[in-house]
């Protein structure tokens, strides 16, 4: 025990001693952190230009929409093509389109349908980005190394979360709305420009398909269309047991976090611990802040546990969790039990990912990893409007249902012995 504890801290930073890794994290963060001040500078200037929160919801919608429709065909891409190069054109083009956005904002020539196109193009385009930063990480570390280096991505991730809207809004605080976006283009071109320089593996070569190419009229075999691609991906991902498991729980876990952590949230701290903001602050901070020790702390721990039963206990964990705050009216409680169901989003996360990476081949990762996304992305508005019904009720009628979901998910992943297996 005392030399697992000992080795914990060497193996946690062990990606962090090579360089490819250190220019992947750096890269990955500085675009997650041009994410977050991408969101502050649009909600701030169209909020500046028309005053109105439902043309508000356009623009947001404009980027959304996008995104969840071409991250299938993203992921599709970067199976085809050379992940490296998708997110290097991925941010240089992010980084031109924020900086015409900034320049056209100081020159006063801003519209709020120069914003929607804006927004549009930013989340077409960040559809590419996604799956392959996922999907880059075998070809840049060894498969012995994937848990430590997702716990350091996750962590430079969700730092990158906190400090990008933060920073925006001071950026904007003492200057012009524009200049975020101009700044936000600077974080875009220097991922670009680090994501460059990194020296990835050769992609292992894909297993014969049993599948003949379609021929051509000539008899001459072409490769398989885009669609037909997408298709495969998506078959693959469904017919694999172990793989169904993990992406079904991830999309309850997206469902049971959009709505809960931010109506419930909200909810919770107005109407019941009546707390106000500052209660909403501290409930966010210990969510975040318990997620960074999660994944910090699987990334320290040795060894391949069995990823099935981690799935089936977050299940659990987070269900138990959602019934103590439908339950409990106390502060104090309340934040310990948002702090331990961060930390076990956190903890399991990084195991989730890493067994996906080590175990899907590489010649269809990204498009798994893309049917995981475009599942999450669908979860996150239903669970909003399911979530905003059930406050109207109760908050105990909210995070009971949620909970009730959570309970029957992890029931059902115990009932897989593959499940169960996998390590």
Known sequence: MATTLAGAGPRLWAPARQRPFQLL???????????????????????????STLTLGYVLAFQAVPRALLTLVG???????????????????????????????????????????????FGAVDAFFQPARVSILPSVVDKDLLTPANALLGAGSRT????????????????????????????????????????????????????????????????????????????????????????????????CYAGPFTVGFATLAEQVLR???????????????????????GGAMGGRPRVGLLVAALAGWLGAGMAVLGLVHSTPAVVVTVLAMGFAIGFQGVFGLSWIQRNIPQDVLSRVISVDMVLGYAAAPLSLIVCGALARTSTLALFGVVAAVLALTGLAVLGSRAVREMR
């Open 275 to 297: 707390g106000g903001s500052a209660t909403l602050g501290v409930l966010n901070g210990s969510l975040a802040g318990g997620a960074m020790l999660g994944t910090l702390a």
């Open 25 to 51: 994290w750096l890269g990955q963060s500085l675009s997650l952190l041009g994410d977050g001040f991408s969101v502050v500078a649009f909600s701030w200037i169209t909020l500046g230009l028309t005053g």
């Open 160 to 255: 990158a979360a906190v400090v990008g809207p933060a920073v925006g809004g001071v950026v904007i605080a003492l200057t012009r709305a524009p200049v975020a976006f101009v700044v936000d283009a600077v974080c875009f071109a220097l991922c670009g420009w680090c994501v460059s320089l990194i020296a990835t593996r050769p992609r292992p070569a894909a297993a014969p398909k049993e599948e003949p190419k379609a021929p051509s009229d000539k008899g001459v075999e072409r490769p398989p269309s885009l669609g037909a691609r997408i298709r495969e991906g998506v078959v693959f991902t469904l017919r694999d047991p172990r793989l169904r498991t993990v992406v079904v729980l991830d999309t309850a876990v997206n469902f």
């Open 75 to 121: 992921g599709t891409l970067s199976d085809s093509w050379s992940t490296r190069t998708l997110m290097i054109a991925s941010s240089w083009t992010r980084a031109v389109l924020m900086a015409g956005v900034g320049l056209a904002g100081l020159g006063g020539h801003l519209t709020v349908w120069m914003l929607c196109a804006a927004a549009a193009a």
